[in-house]
């Protein structure tokens, strides 16, 4: 039996006989000849049928073809497959909701993702999703380069990691615990081990509201590292994970419209308010501002990506490291890709006294793990975590995080 090749394989095989298999994408038919879509993991390939030499198949009908692969311009990748052999390995029981062959799902979002099975198959969705995979190995990828252990921290824990009014809560064997809001704390603590650790995996966040850049369990990609000065060395490995990040996905998936320079632009966070026209007691930027700030960057510095610097202490995380020379102000960044938070990232307070005088005596006993790390101690740290769907989202210009999850989980969505 010949073994088997994929269809974008088949432009190096031209004048032998092949052996394809995949699903019927589409199928046309003429007086005398049809045409066959095939489509696999690697593309779609025509498949010209003799009148009568095959039925008429069903969209997603499982097939194996074997014919010889001919060049010719006018078909899908340059090359098609001729005097075939059609065998069904697999019939469907039912139509497709949609037309996977349209080059849009012609549905409303609810219908996509309540159909999730067969809607991810066609080509825009799919390669939504080959870019998120791109943009993860890349992520890991660069950091491994850069001396970072890989990680995986427990997703049931006993307290809450940033407060405990956005959290899932779950009976463990008869005691309360939460569904992790993220590796924070176990990342901090892996510093005083591997020095420079990152993780991938699935947060949760309970919040009860229903917009297109949220979601209750979302990927979260998460870097630590140790020995900083400050959080200006946070910002430079985010810079050099993101091109690794579009680096990764032009070579595997396809160019894509992103370009990271080699020092992107900064501004303080009281800057950035008086840029925006927003008070300056403003305690955290909104949605507009984001926007207005992502359109500055973009006409003033022709960068797509923008860092914003000091947020107050008052609206960031406990363990956050204040300015040297304003405390009230925070040594920690957001990063807005085209207008929107992709990234929020600081340094970590690193000595066990700040520790104590930031935190009362109840939550020192709920975070006692945590704070021994602190009590034997830890170097200047920092790190930053990057949401993987809301960066594919940005990537692929969909306008709603939904899009581009596999099976995305929010306030009112537990299937498929």
């Known amino acids: ?39 696999d993991r690697s593309g779609i390939a025509q498949v010209v049928v003799g009148d009568g030499s095959t039925t008429r198949l069903q969209p997603e009908t499982v097939v194996t073809v074997e014919g010889t692969a001919v060049l010719a311009e006018q078909a899908p990748g340059g090359v098609e497959v001729h005097d075939p052999t059609v065998t069904v390995v697999s019939t469907p029981t039912s139509v497709p909701p ?5 080059p849009t799902i012609d549905a409303q979002l609810p219908t996509i993702l309540d159909h999730a099975a067969v809607a991810l198959r066609h080509p825009t969705l799919r390669r939504a999703a ?71 995996g699935p947060v949760f966040r309970a919040e009860p509201h229903d917009t297109v850049r949220h979601l209750a369990e979302y990927v979260s990609m998460d870097v630590e590292l140790g020995f900083i000065d400050d959080h200006r060395d946070v910002e430079r490995v985010l810079r050099d994970v993101l091109a690794g990040m579009v680096a990764t996905v032009e070579e595997r998936v ?58 107050p202490m008052a609206k960031r995380p406990f363990y956050t490291h204040p300015e040297p020379g304003s405390p009230a102000h925070s040594n920690s960044f ?69 899009e581009v999850a596999l099976f995305p989980r929010d306030r009112t969505r537990l299937s498929p």
Do not use: C
């Open 130 to 200: 080959q870019i998120s995979a791109a943009s993860m190995a890349g992520f890991r990828a660069t950091l491994d380069g850069l001396g970072f252990t890989e990680i995986q921290t427990p997703k049931v824990v006993g307290a809450a990691t940033e407060s405990g009014a956005n959290v899932f809560t779950l009976d463990w064997f008869g005691r309360p615990a939460y569904l992790a809001q993220s590796p924070q704390l176990y990342k901090q603590v892996m510093v005083g081990v591997f020095e420079r650790v990152y993780e991938v």
């Open 334 to 402: 957001d990063l807005l890709f085209r207008g929107l938070e992709l990234v929020t990232g600081g340094q970590r307070l690193h000595r066990f006294e700040d520790y104590e005088h930031v935190l009362d005596e109840q939550t020192q006993h709920a975070l006692a793990g945590y704070l021994d790390a602190f009590r034997h101690g830890m170097p200047p740290h920092g790190g930053f975590a990057i949401g993987l769907e809301r960066w594919t989202a940005r990537v692929t210009g969909a306008a709603n995080v939904r």
């Open 98 to 102: 949609f037309e996977l062959r349209r």
């Open 254 to 311: 396809a160019p894509i419209d992103v370009r990271v320079p080699d020092e992107i632009p900064r501004l303080h966070f009281t800057d950035a308010l008086r840029l925006v026209g927003a008070p300056d007691d403003e305690p955290d930027l909104a949605p507009a501002h984001e926007r207005a700030l992502g359109a500055w960057a973009r006409t003033e510095h022709d960068s797509d990506f923008v860092f914003v610097e000091g947020y």
């Open 1 to 39: 039996m010949e073994a088997r090749v994929l269809t974008a394989e088949l432009g190096a095989h031209a004048d032998r006989r092949v052996r394809l298999q995949g699903w019927v994408h589409h199928q046309r038919h003429l007086s005398k000849v049809s045409f066959l879509l095939l489509r």
